[in-house]
């Protein structure tokens, strides 16, 4: 938690910025008022919006983890996802929380090979959706949206998950060929473990979670095809009732929802916060929602917009991801 304070501060300064210099620049004097006068069962509705998000992730990775052979409660599975948000949004990229995930679901029974597997093959399937989805909703909403101002960011974006698929596909393809090189990391691993025999037993032991690792990730997509539709169908109910927060928040404020638009935007928000600059993606997502919201609301209502939208999920993220980051520290 030491080493994580500077990274904390960082992120919340960061977004703190961010929607700071939104709200000079856009809302009025007395606009921040409109905020207290959305009913208390819209903000209730957004917040169980995103608990429900939660939920339904926690549930895919059971899915996932059952699959393996592997039986871990949603509980568990619910402990795992807090963990990751606070991990992601202390880290560069909104990706940064993989390693909790993979490292808790590997304290079971479950090998790090098949936690690894199973973590993968989440944003596998995260990003099959979404590359299914955007053109989707670009085709319905008659390419109502202009990206102009976040080209750069979506191309960047796009570039980068690219070549993580194309290391991935790569390593899938090559495996005993990666499992040969991983050999060469002795020459490192005996800067921090001198003793010869606990070395020999390190290198076998990331070979063969290497190894089983790419065997479940072909075996998930090859031949386990009935857990990956289901995976795939949570996936899609996951991210879409996450995505009824913003025009809820609309609703709220009196304007119409623009749901395909808002749905759309969100979309292109997730891709771009994957990009390593910030903290979980601050910044970035604070200032890509605000140009695409104020394309359908006036730029007030498109300012109190990401306040609150960042408020129902970055920053309740960050606090309930700490308190159970915390009791887990504690526990172990």
């Known amino acids: 938690m030491k080493r994580w304070k500077l990274w904390l501060v960082l992120a919340i300064a960061i977004s703190g910025v961010s929607m700071a210099l939104i709200y000079y620049f856009t809302i ?4 921040i008022e409109k905020l207290f006068k959305i009913p208390i069962y819209i903000i209730l509705l957004a917040i169980a919006a995103h608990v429900l998000n939660l939920l339904f992730w926690s549930l895919r990775i059971k899915i996932l983890a059952y699959s393996m052979g592997e039986h871990v409660s949603l509980y568990r599975c619910f402990k ?28 079971g029974n479950m090998s790090g090979g098949d936690a690894t597997a199973v973590t993968i093959g989440e944003r596998i399937i995260d990003f099959i959706f979404m590359g299914l989805a955007i053109p989707l909703f670009f085709f319905v909403t008659g390419m109502a949206m202009d990206i102009g101002e976040v080209k750069i960011y979506l191309y960047l974006a796009s570039g980068f998950l690219g070549i993580l698929g194309v290391l991935l596909v790569y390593m ?10 991983i050999g060469k990391l002795e020459f490192w691993i005996k800067f921090f473990v001198r003793d010869d025999e606990k070395r020999e037993k390190i290198m076998k032991k990331l070979e063969d979670e290497f190894m089983q690792f790419a065997t479940s990730t072909k075996n998930l997509f090859s031949l386990r095809k009935k857990y990956l539709i289901l995976t795939f169908i949570v996936t899609a109910a996951m991210w879409l009732v996450d995505f009824t ?41 604070e200032f890509t929602g605000y140009a695409l919201f104020s394309q ?37």
């Open 28 to 31: 009025k004097p007395g606009g």
């Open 80 to 107: 795992i996802v807090m963990v990751n948000l606070f991990v992601a949004a202390i880290t560069p990229s909104g990706m940064g929380g993989e390693p909790a995930r993979i490292y808790m679901l590997s304290e």
């Open 172 to 181: 899938l393809i090559h495996a005993e060929k990666i499992k040969k090189k």
């Open 245 to 285: 927060i913003i025009p809820l928040i609309l609703i709220g404020l009196g304007y119409a929802p623009h749901w395909l638009f808002m749905f759309t935007a969100q979309l292109i928000i997730i891709l771009i916060t994957i990009i390593p600059i910030s903290p979980g993606g601050t910044g970035l997502a």
């Open 296 to 332: 359908k609301v006036p730029a007030e209502i498109a300012g109190i917009t990401v306040i609150l939208w960042r408020a129902l999920t970055f920053y309740m993220n960050l606090v309930l991801g700490l308190i159970y980051t915390l009791s887990y520290i504690a526990k172990k």
